[in-house]
């Protein structure tokens, strides 16, 4: 689209340059002679757009062989960066480790688990943990499914992976580039899944789209796809199916899936991949040889007392929080003696043991713990597993005030009220009747653009959560409106607007009635309206499909997704006020006069450059200010939250992955949600959210109906 505006923008505009040329030396009947004047400021103003547009050209980026080179290298720099550096290398198994003081020795072997993998021609075998993953992924034909219990150790298994096959790309510049995905975040708005990882490439990578295109198209991106268990059970299949789709189609593109192995079970079909790997259980020798290292004396005592606790110690994960749990074995917490299953039992006093070890002077431990329990709830209620800054709204809070007195609706009172305030000191400081009039035109296109077109936060965020967690009690309904509808909708704006606006200045022009000035200043408004809501939703729908950029500072407010807006809208602001103000000028001048229509032009550009910019990006600002208050308030979400995050980060809680966080495992989300939902009323999340709750109260784990909230790694 851009492209194309690109393009003919230019050829346009060198048109109307001719004939404004034309007008500005050629002979015209006597009664325009007064006029002629005006065309050589519009001559001017068109080369200056001419100019602007070769400037903004020459600045667009060229692809090409060193692009496509140097975005490789940045690309494998920060796969590596964000899943192997700091979630492979910072595993549990690796954090307990260094926690307890373990040495690791060369015979220490890279993860305690053993590898058993079959392919569809019949070669099945089973390989221990020295076995090099590229090396059996490339056995395998480059297309497999690894599947393991809860805790197992598959989403490490597809980091292993991934690191090998990294260092091959960083050596073969033929070699397909591995880029780690999770598919939580397909459920969002499912689509193929070839254009899923373009626009997660994009946003979570922040590669070029047209790169990220060209490089899906020619195979030459490595998707590792983790947690296809993460994906509602309502959509599982059908992401399933989004796979083998894109598999057929381009069966040379190498591929790996991770998911719980009783869940892939239950697909309609399997993934039509050549090979198999499956995570073995731990055996009793191999958590024996395991508790045998220095170090773990608190754990083997931990066993000793409770026997229930070995029949949790068969997966790494399991092995790895007890090791950190019993770390301390005098050092029980109160809630550590809570009643309830082993497993609920081990992870409450991993929670105390890592937060009395990592003291924070902000955060008080049970402070912090009820603030995770917040997120994961969030998280599992909407079925992701990555948080960022932009899932925050309204819908978090327990405590929704009634519908006038939202953060929403305080929002778009807040913005009319700035805009009132702005277009009534311009309009007094041009000391006119007119001005007023024109000024009051604005301001109830404010008040309609609010009402009608506005987005709020929960609108915004849709592109990273399930449409269908919308709140049904929220106070506007989601517009969904039909290309015919928007446009009588704007015709009928423009008309009413404009027809208000020539009246009133017609009726109070000096001297008189006039209907010449009515027609001039009515007919000014109506095309400034009509390009004013044309633009409000183009830049709307380009917005919301555009991938955020990267995270570059620490800064919360606003967040990416809002500052995005804030950038795309201060970049056009002038543009877009420089031809609301040209529309606006010609009427009124052939109507009143040069100098009448200057003051015209310049309240009307200016005034619809405001609107627009406050419609799309400033109120949203001011409800994401007020939204972040309350929550603070509630002591459910602190502000500032990212020293926070790291807190929990350094808490073994946490991993930072990207501009994201994800919990260290899925085993661990849960237990912070089940908390949360037992001690916290729920966030208003519609009726699919009520629904599971009531299945979790009645002990199950599913709803008919309703999103699961099992899955993890």
């Given at each position: 689209?851009?492209?194309?505006?690109?393009v003919g923008l230019p050829v346009?505009?060198?048109?109307?340059?001719?004939?404004?040329?034309?007008?500005?030396?050629?002979?015209?009947?006597?009664?325009?002679?007064?006029?002629?004047?005006?065309?050589?400021?519009?001559?001017?103003?068109?080369?200056?757009?001419?100019?602007?547009?070769?400037?903004?050209?020459?600045?667009?980026?060229?692809?090409?062989?060193?692009?496509?080179?140097?975005?490789?290298?940045?690309?494998?720099?920060?796969?590596?960066?964000?899943?192997?550096?700091?979630?492979?290398?910072?595993?549990?198994?690796?954090?307990?480790?260094?926690?307890?003081?373990?040495?690791?020795?060369?015979?220490?072997?890279?993860?305690?688990?053993?590898?058993?993998?079959?392919?569809?021609?019949?070669?099945?075998?089973?390989?221990?943990?020295?076995?090099?993953?590229?090396?059996?992924?490339?056995?395998?034909?480059?297309?497999?499914?690894?599947?393991?219990?809860?805790?197992?150790?598959?989403?490490?298994?597809?980091?292993?992976?991934?690191?090998?096959?990294?260092?091959?790309?960083?050596?073969?510049?033929?070699?397909?580039?591995?880029?780690?995905?999770?598919?939580?975040?397909?459920?969002?708005?499912?689509?193929?899944?070839?254009?899923?990882?373009?626009?997660?490439?994009?946003?979570?990578?922040?590669?070029?789209?047209?790169?990220?295109?060209?490089?899906?198209?020619?195979?030459?991106?490595?998707?590792?796809?983790?947690?296809?268990?993460?994906?509602?059970?309502?959509?599982?299949?059908?992401?399933?199916?989004?796979?083998?789709?894109?598999?057929?189609?381009?069966?040379?593109?190498?591929?790996?899936?991770?998911?719980?192995?009783?869940?892939?079970?239950?697909?309609?079909?399997?993934?039509?991949?050549?090979?198999?790997?499956?995570?073995?259980?731990?055996?009793?020798?191999?958590?024996?040889?395991?508790?045998?290292?220095?170090?773990?004396?608190?754990?083997?005592?931990?066993?000793?007392?409770?026997?229930?606790?070995?029949?949790l110690a068969n997966s790494p994960?399991?092995?790895?929080?007890?090791?950190?749990?019993?770390?301390?074995?005098?050092?029980?917490?109160?809630?550590?003696?809570?009643?309830?299953?082993?497993?609920?039992?081990?992870?409450?006093?991993?929670?105390?043991?890592?937060?009395?070890?990592?003291?924070?002077?902000?955060?008080?431990?049970?402070?912090?713990?009820?603030?995770?329990?917040?997120?994961?709830?969030?998280?599992?209620?909407?079925?992701?597993?990555?948080?960022?800054?932009?899932?925050?709204?309204?819908?978090?809070?327990?405590?929704?005030?009634?519908?006038?007195?939202?953060?929403?609706?305080?929002?778009?009172?807040?913005?009319?009220?700035?805009?009132?305030?702005?277009?009534?000191?311009?309009?007094?400081?041009?000391?006119?009747?007119?001005?007023?009039?024109?000024?009051?035109?604005?301001?109830?296109?404010?008040?309609?653009?609010?009402?009608?077109?506005?987005?709020?936060?929960?609108?915004?965020?849709?592109?990273?959560?399930?449409?269908?967690?919308?709140?049904?009690?929220?106070?506007?309904?989601?517009?969904?409106?039909?290309?015919?509808?928007?446009?009588?909708?704007?015709?009928?704006?423009?008309l009413l607007t404009g027809a208000?606006?020539?009246?009133?200045?017609?009726?109070?022009?000096?001297?008189?009635?006039?209907?010449?000035?009515?027609?001039?200043?009515?007919?000014?408004?109506?095309?400034?309206?009509?390009?004013?809501?044309?633009?409000?939703?183009?830049?709307?729908?380009?917005?919301?499909?555009?991938?955020?950029?990267?995270?570059?500072?620490?800064?919360?407010?606003?967040?990416?997704?809002?500052?995005?807006?804030?950038?795309?809208?201060?970049?056009?602001?002038?543009?877009?006020?420089?031809?609301?103000?040209?529309?606006?000028?010609?009427?009124?001048?052939?109507?009143?006069?040069?100098?009448?229509?200057?003051?015209?032009?310049?309240?009307?550009?200016?005034?619809?450059?405001?609107?627009?910019?406050?419609?799309?990006?400033?109120?949203?600002?001011?409800?994401?200010?007020?939204?972040?208050?309350?929550?603070?308030?509630?002591?459910?979400?602190?502000?500032?939250?990212?020293?926070?995050?790291?807190?929990?980060?350094?808490?073994?809680?946490?991993?930072?992955?990207?501009?994201?966080?994800?919990?260290?495992?899925?085993?661990?989300?849960?237990?912070?949600?089940?908390?949360?939902?037992?001690?916290?009323?729920?966030?208003?999340?519609?009726?699919?959210?009520?629904?599971?709750?009531?299945?979790?109260?009645?002990?199950?784990?599913?709803?008919?109906?309703?999103?699961?909230?099992?899955?993890?790694?």
């Amino acid at each position: 689209m851009r492209r194309v505006v690109m393009v003919g923008l230019p050829v346009i505009v060198v048109a109307l340059l001719g004939v404004a040329t034309n007008v500005a030396t050629g002979a015209l009947p006597a009664r325009w002679s007064p006029y002629l004047w005006l065309a050589w400021p519009l001559v001017l103003l068109l080369v200056t757009v001419l100019v602007v547009i070769e400037v903004q050209r020459g600045r667009e980026p060229r692809t090409g062989t060193a692009g496509a080179a140097r975005a490789r290298k940045v690309l494998l720099e920060r796969v590596r960066r964000y899943w192997v550096t700091s979630v492979l290398d910072r595993s549990l198994y690796e954090e307990a480790r260094i926690e307890l003081g373990i040495a690791a020795t060369a015979d220490d072997r890279q993860h305690p688990w053993s590898l058993r993998a079959s392919h569809r021609d019949g070669f099945t075998g089973s390989l221990d943990d020295r076995t090099s993953m590229s090396a059996l992924f490339d056995q395998l034909d480059q297309a497999v499914v690894i599947v393991g219990a809860p805790g197992a150790g598959k989403t490490t298994t597809l980091l292993e992976l991934a690191r090998g096959l990294l260092d091959r790309a960083d050596h073969d510049p033929d070699a397909p580039i591995p880029a780690v995905f999770n598919l939580s975040s397909w459920a969002t708005l499912r689509r193929p899944l070839d254009r899923w990882l373009v626009e997660q490439l994009t946003e979570r990578y922040g590669i070029p789209a047209e790169q990220a295109a060209a490089w899906v198209a020619a195979g030459e991106i490595l998707p590792l796809l983790d947690g296809l268990d993460e994906v509602g059970e309502q959509h599982r299949d059908e992401c399933a199916e989004a796979i083998a789709a894109f598999h057929q189609r381009q069966p040379l593109t190498p591929i790996a899936v991770c998911c719980r192995q009783a869940e892939y079970a239950r697909l309609r079909a399997e993934l039509p991949l050549y090979g198999t790997v499956a995570i073995q259980p731990l055996d009793r020798s191999q958590i024996e040889r395991y508790l045998d290292r220095p170090g773990l004396s608190g754990l083997r005592e931990g066993l000793d007392a409770d026997p229930e606790l070995w029949q949790l110690a068969n997966s790494p994960l399991m092995l790895s929080i007890m090791a950190l749990a019993y770390a301390d074995p005098t050092g029980a917490g109160p809630g550590t003696t809570s009643a309830g299953s082993g497993r609920e039992r081990l992870f409450t006093r991993y929670v105390d043991t890592m937060l009395r070890r990592r003291p924070h002077p902000r955060y008080r431990p049970e402070w912090t713990a009820d603030h995770l329990a917040t997120l994961a709830r969030v998280l599992r209620l909407r079925d992701q597993t990555v948080f960022v800054l932009d899932m925050i709204d309204e819908s978090w809070s327990a405590r929704r005030p009634a519908a006038p007195w939202t953060s929403t609706a305080l929002a778009r009172l807040l913005g009319c009220a700035a805009l009132a305030a702005l277009f009534g000191a311009a309009a007094w400081a041009l000391g006119s009747v007119a001005g007023l009039v024109v000024a009051g035109g604005l301001l109830a296109l404010a008040v309609f653009m609010h009402a009608v077109n506005y987005d709020d936060l929960f609108e915004l965020t849709s592109t990273i959560r399930d449409r269908d967690h919308r709140p049904p009690e929220s106070w506007v309904a989601a517009w969904t409106m039909s290309v015919a509808e928007l446009e009588r909708l704007i015709q009928v704006s423009a008309l009413l607007t404009g027809a208000a606006v020539g009246g009133l200045t017609g009726w109070f022009t000096p001297g008189g009635p006039s209907w010449t000035a009515g027609l001039g200043y009515g007919g000014g408004f109506f095309l400034a309206t009509v390009v004013a809501l044309i633009a409000l939703d183009s830049a709307q729908v380009q917005l919301h499909f555009r991938p955020l950029p990267p995270r570059t500072d620490r800064r919360e407010l606003p967040s990416p997704l809002l500052r995005q807006r804030l950038t795309v809208m201060a970049a056009d602001l002038v543009t877009l006020g420089v031809c609301v103000g040209v529309l606006g000028f010609v009427p009124v001048a052939l109507a009143r006069g040069a100098a009448e229509a200057l003051r015209f032009a310049v309240l009307l550009g200016g005034g619809t450059s405001l609107l627009l910019f406050t419609v799309v990006a400033f109120s949203p600002m001011i409800e994401q200010a007020l939204v972040r208050r309350r929550l603070a308030r509630e002591d459910l979400v602190p502000y500032p939250l990212l020293p926070f995050l790291d807190h929990a980060v350094q808490c073994l809680f946490l991993r930072q992955v990207g501009d994201g966080y994800i919990f260290v495992h899925r085993e661990l989300l849960d237990h912070f949600a089940e908390r949360a939902e037992a001690d916290v009323p729920l966030p208003r999340f519609g009726a699919a959210a009520q629904a599971r709750r009531a299945g979790l109260r009645q002990g199950t784990r599913e709803v008919p109906g309703a999103p699961s909230v099992g899955g993890g790694r």
